[in-house]
């Protein structure tokens, strides 16, 4: 019987694999082991907010610039130790058939691969020929019928976008427009409208142009918001770099060495035609941005 | 290879339990044995299910290309007659317009559009991807490796529902109105047309629902080859259509779940407008292509593995001889299934950044390599082979032929430069045609043949198959030829029109089309008579050495075989051993058996 | 190695009935090692299908944080990361609880396979009540949302619509892989209060922890990628 060896040999192969202490071949993991992996995972989480809060607090101090990548890459490299550590104990692949592993090793080499590649044609568009980029503009040119947003006309199911404005903009139309009728109606303003009022006005006093009416309305009643005011704006004001870059910054955030002409492109229009036009020939690709990648 | 004659592989007294009946046996009502076969979780009913849908499928997208090929007789034209002053504008060329079906130009072109693009969608999702793996597959990978069905019986029934389903849901898109995109989806227009109808959603739905019952096929087969192989059967005894097999299920299992959140992101922008392959907001429509491709390039692979795993058998049956090369064969199907996954670019070299292009340029000719192993080893085993001129062997043949040129060209067609001229051209029609067609659905037949006599227990007409085959040959080539000359004179594809310099070409194509036809209709009658009225096939019509041969009858039990095989012989030993025959003498006997014993090997019956 | 390290067998009430007669090998199989192996590749293989469709939703992330880093820091500026930081917990304590109703089962500690499956349940739907309630709820309000249902006017970047639908279609899709868990969770409930289970047969048990800790993994990645990068 020729083949009997490799017969044997398939069995002892899977013999090798695994504990075949009793028929499962299986193993039992002690409850302390699954209490350290827990406790491994929770300090895991913990470095990873920690890492971005120490970053924020760093960068805010000692008025460095920290570039991109090393947030991402202390994030993701985190995130995979703690996956691991999950596969490995909670998945118990450590005590598994090897091949198990095998197969998520070829899923993520998989995965490598469709981002890998992806990211070169989306990274490297326009590296020889200009045609090859993108010439959209930013955030679309309007044109396009949407859900009726608040404070439509009564009974209206779609709005149409006006032809040339995006559709971020068109959320500062309409939401000009809620806060108008609610500031006329004697209502209250939920709190990114107020927000969203105040930012108004500091861009288009930056730009030096009068304010409407409503606004004017709303500088009367702006006490009434101030807490909501002082949370959400509070940190952007007081710190002059952000204003200077043109972020009204919500929260208080690390500077990065993102530095795309986009970027400023996009805030010095903003601030010099308030909210009327779009950000010029934007969708720049990343090949011309470094610190993306 | 010490004493196996005589091994008792056959012999057996044991209890008789229905389990023991042909599985084809019917219940004791009609209701009982549609019941019976509606919930059964036999591989092989559950095979034999799918190739009956699979084949009505193949009508039906057949029946769609040749809708196709009619309409494309002629030029679709507008033709302005001006007689005594008063000016008549017709339609000339266009069968819809001339059945009352489009109205003008524009319906015409649109009738058109939903035909190539049902064509398209009906032949890939719902015939070649499911085509081999799910029928012969289902049926013979259990019986190659000796076991009593696939690991998980059960999932097996519930990807044949999913199938079900899905068709459902692609036959109601057409039913509906029909989608005009292409089986390619491509974004923006498949994001955009026909705004507010479900069409399009129906259809990727149905595409997105395939994908489920495409992995559970490929999850099961790879479990199946891990743990339920016969004693004594290591890898490198297995067959090679189990090897094909194994490759093709890896990548159903890889690829296939990102098609299906390719397509579900497709739905989210269509539906939710989330501006991921939308520019207006920041996203990238040839970001679609790079999703639909990562997809559907393995896929091809997925379809064409198949085709091979059953041209190893063919050849090695029909030459009896070795396969020359086992491993080199078998591996590269593994290799097939790696490389499969890092050229996807190659459909987009018109549309992503050069750089890629580049790249993806030069690793698509990677591909090429473990290809040209297996058809250098199949070349390589027919060499002083006592070739046997069945009609499976045609199919082989034919396929080798057909393969190759499809192949070829596949290379012109990677070849960064040269694309640049051919893409979106009747070349690439050729193309996919030449390994589609001509590499798995002639395979599949040529399996079909092979393997019917264990599938259904009964004999084909000879005659009527060899004929069949030069119907199919002949339509074939006629067919899809033409196609690679006007690709290269510019002639674009999905188009209704064209100018009339390529004429002849497409009457050509077009007449080939209808001796296909003929060709799949002499094969079709021959079948329900071999059904009807064929002989009985004895287990092993060709003297083959696989299990589902030596230990099986025809058509096998229900529970495979009588008594669990233990494998004593490589599948392709026909130098040492020759297999018990229903008339002695009807096979050569193995060269190396002069001057000694003889090895038989007992059927199962 | 013939001895099994059986803790507390607890069995209670329902001792006179012994788990594993509800158990049959399916008779395919040679050996029960073998249908257990083939089940256990079946659900890894299956996991590997999982990872590979969340792979989509992470391309997504990664070209259009690459295309658009401005709209994504700001985006991601606009989440609160506490919620997220209380999601994670909650969704490793419920890793950690499914890890040990897997142990409970391999020990035959009927009592603590239902207790710990309960609580893995909980933990999921505490889980979805935290995503819905204090993070769906108020962006929905507020109009962040995906592309045309966008309007939340206190953007930075105009690209910040695309943003959203990569949120809520990432964070949807897994939170609809919680409710599948869920339910899974409901059905292995109903058995171990069978006594389905035990050191012989937990196959299914086993098979939906991997499950849950696939889903858990996902949320691993998923939680610094939108609310912590910057
Ligand atoms: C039965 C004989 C067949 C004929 C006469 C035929 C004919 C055609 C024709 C004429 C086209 C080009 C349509 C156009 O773009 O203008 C086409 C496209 C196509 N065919 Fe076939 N075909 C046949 C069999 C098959 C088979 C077996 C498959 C299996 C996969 C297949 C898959 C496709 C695909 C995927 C396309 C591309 C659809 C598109 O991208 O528009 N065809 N076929
Ligand atoms: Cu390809």
Redesign the interface.
Known sequence: MAHAASHSAAHAAHAAHGDHGHDHGHIVIPQRTLLVVFGILLLGTLATVAAAQIEVWFAATFDVVIPQWVNVAVALSIAAVKSTVVALYFMQLRYDNPFNSLVVVFTLFTLAFFLGFTMLDLGSRKALYDYKGSYVTAGGQGNISVPARPGAPAGAEYETIPAGTSIAQFARITAARQAEQTLANGGTLPAQLAVFCAQEIQRLQADGKPLPPYLVKFEQVREQYAAILAKKMGHGHADSAHAEQGASANHARVRTGLTLPEFSQHSSHSKDSGHSKDAGPAATPAGDNPAAK | ??S?SGTNVGAHGHDHAHHDEPYLTPKSSLWATIIDWATTIDHKKIGVMYLVAVLFMFFLGGVAALAVRVELLEPTRTVTTTVNGETTVQITGSVMHSVGMATDMASAGDWYNKIFTLHGLIMVFLVIVPSIPASLGNFLM?LMLG???V???K?NLASWYIYLFGSFFAIASAVVGGVDTGWTFYTPYSTITDAGHWKVVFMILAAFILGFSS?LTG??F??TV????A???????MPLFVWGMYGTS?IQ??????I???L??LI?ERL?????F???????P??FQ??FW?YSHPVVYVMILPGMAIMSELIAVFCRKKVFGYRAVAFSSLAIAAIA??V??HH?FTS?????AA??SALTFLVALPSAVKVFNWVATLYKGSIDLKTPMWYALGFLFLFSIGGLTGLFLGALSVDLHLHDTYFVVAHFHYVMMGGTIIAFIGGIHMWWPKMFGKMYNEFWGQTGFWLVFIGFNLTFFPQFIMGVHGMPRRYASYVDEFLIYHQLSTVGSWVLLLGFLVHFFNFVHSLAAGPKAPPNPWGALTLEWTDAASPPITHNFHHEPV????PYDYDDVVPAQTKPGEFPLPPKAEGRTVHVVKAGH | MTSFPVENSGLGAAADRPYHETYRQAEHFRTQADEFDAVKLGVWLFLATEILLFSGLFVFYGIMRMLHPEAFIHGSSLLDWRWGLLNTLVLLYSSYTVASAVRCAQVGDQKGLQRNILITFVMGLLFLVIKFVFEYAPKYAEGKLPGFWYSYPNWESPYEPLWWGMYWGATGVHASHVIIGMGLFVWLYIRARKLHFGPKHYNAVEGVGLYWHIVDVVWIFLFPMLYLIH
């Not at chain 2, 992503?352 to 890629?356: C, D, F, L, P, T």
């Open positions: 290879m010490a196996i259990p076991a009593k069905d690991a998980f019986p999932l992995i999850l099961n790879i479990v891990h743990k339920l192989r004693p004594g059967m290591g890898w490198f005894d890896l299992v890889l690829a296939t779940p990102v299906g959140i390719t579900l992101l989210f939710f407008h989330i501006g991921i939308d520019p207006r907001m920041g996203g990238d040839v970001l790079h999703f990562f996954f890092v996807w670019g987009l992503q950044g050069e750089v890629a790249v993806f494998v004593t012989h490589g």
